[in-house]
């Protein structure tokens, strides 16, 4: 398995070159300078290359520290790796790396200092995240391992974290989509308790309405920090998307999710047995065709799960960089298992699939093939569905990685494809 980092990696940039040769000539101007002109970019100093596709990207940390590692998805670390060490300039509390990022991509990035792992294999890294005691202590160090750049005003908050605090820093190159502005709508968020003790947000936009289409968006915590409820609001008032009322579901414990979500049949049959009969009495229940499940990564596997095999609970499926390379079995079932459950008779359901284009990356699970990556398998996943003779109305790769900027702008493109569909009754192939 080749790690993809070496394909971003760049040992010096033309600001580092000049930077190495300032600071045996004077190291404090060297030093000031650099910082000069990391506060003028506002975050890494971006430089142009030849040809024009990426550019040259240089990180900056600095603080007297022993380790300091980089995190972002632009790297395309392979699991369980999740930062890259940066190198100290000899005599300077100066940390740097360079990397080459393509020119349009939106993404996250931070600073670590002597951050934890979660082990040398994939396999490792799943014992972590599926025991709750040390995932616990896993998040705890992370946490605290955390350092946002303080030159750089942009932040977001990232899926691994406990704290709704943004911590991550954004990059967007020259050539990305700018972020929408978002205003604040808590006053038009609700937080219930369903009867068995699990909690829903309900949202309502602006001037709501009495007949609006429902969206049932999984992993409620994550997409709460995340922000996604803030960027519909905005793509609704800016007349992106339809007016809709938003449902965010909650998972029951940090580490549930991983079995509640994994192709089992349990969580379809929670949705229809406690949260419908829920909004149904309050009168929000539209019907099927103007429902719609969104889920990222876990939450996408049961999304399609949900759309394929329950297509009486929602007329459309909006899985975002879902985890389709999930077997039930890895040592009798190879993965990409769902993929293989696509067939003429399990098409009743809508489709908009979306991946990041960072998403890249093997997966190296057992059971599951070595070249697969997110992005493989949601390919492999939108062409089953097209051969079976499925509604699929769009399919994004969005230039951005496993995290929010690609879970927003599904949410806004999928949602406005699929009501748009909906309301005309259109049955594309593509």
């Known amino acids: 398995m080749t790690d993809r980092t070496g394909h971003r990696m760049a040992s010096t940039s033309p600001r580092l070159d000049r930077f190495d040769a300032e600071l045996a000539q004077d190291p404090d101007a060297a030093v000031e300078a650099l910082l000069a002109d990391l506060a003028a970019a506002r975050g890494p100093i971006i430089e142009e290359t030849e040809g024009g596709h990426d550019a040259l990207v240089t990180f900056v940390y600095v603080d007297d520290v022993d380790q300091v590692e980089l995190n972002t998805p632009a790297l395309m670390l392979n699991a369980p790796r999740l930062s890259q060490p940066m190198r100290r300039a000899a005599g300077t509390n100066v940390w740097t790396l360079v990397a080459r990022i ?187 065709a103007r429902r719609v499940l969104v889920g990222f990564s876990y939450g996408g596997l049961a999304t399609a799960y949900t759309g394929l095999h329950r297509p009486d609970l929602f007329g459309a499926a909006l899985p975002v960089s879902p985890s389709l390379y999930f077997t039930p079995d890895p040592d009798t079932e190879p993965g990409e298992w769902l993929t293989r459950q696509v067939r003429p008779d399990t098409t009743r359901t809508r489709w908009f699939l979306a991946v990041g284009r960072l998403e890249d990356i093997p997966i190296g699970l057992p059971g599951v093939a070595p070249d697969a990556t997110m992005l493989s398998c949601a390919r492999r996943f939108h062409e089953a569905l097209r051969t079976a003779g499925a509604e699929v109305v769009g399919m994004l790769e969005h230039p951005s990685g496993h995290e929010m900027f690609t879970v927003n702008a599904a949410v806004e493109q999928g949602l406005a494809s699929l009501l748009t569909a909906s309301e005309q009754g259109t049955n594309p192939t593509e």
Do not use: K
């Open 102 to 288: 393509a020119r349009d991509v939106t993404t996250a990035y931070r600073f670590h200092v002597d951050p934890p792992t979660l082990g040398d294999t994939t396999e490792e890294m799943m014992e972590v995240v599926s025991d709750p005691e040390r995932y616990a202590a896993f998040t705890t160090a992370y946490a605290r391992s955390v350092r946002p750049d303080p030159y750089n005003p942009r932040r977001v908050a990232d899926l691994a974290d406990d704290s709704d605090e943004a911590q991550s820093s954004v990059l967007t190159m020259p050539d990305a989509d700018a972020l929408p502005q978002t205003t604040g709508i808590s006053e038009r968020i609700e937080e219930h308790r369903l009867p068995s003790g699990r909690r829903v947000d309900l949202y309502r936009p602006a001037g709501e309405g009495d007949d609006l289409p429902l969206v049932v968006v999984l992993d409620g915590e994550h997409c709460r920090r995340g922000l996604v409820l803030e960027h519909l609001d905005t793509a609704i008032a800016e007349g992106r998307v339809p007016p809709v009322r938003a449902v965010l579901w909650h998972n029951l414990s940090p580490t549930s999710r991983m079995t509640e979500m994994a192709c089992n049949p349990a969580l379809p049959e929670a949705l229809a047995d406690e949260l419908f009969p829920w909004i149904a009495a309050r009168g929000q229940l539209p019907p099927i």
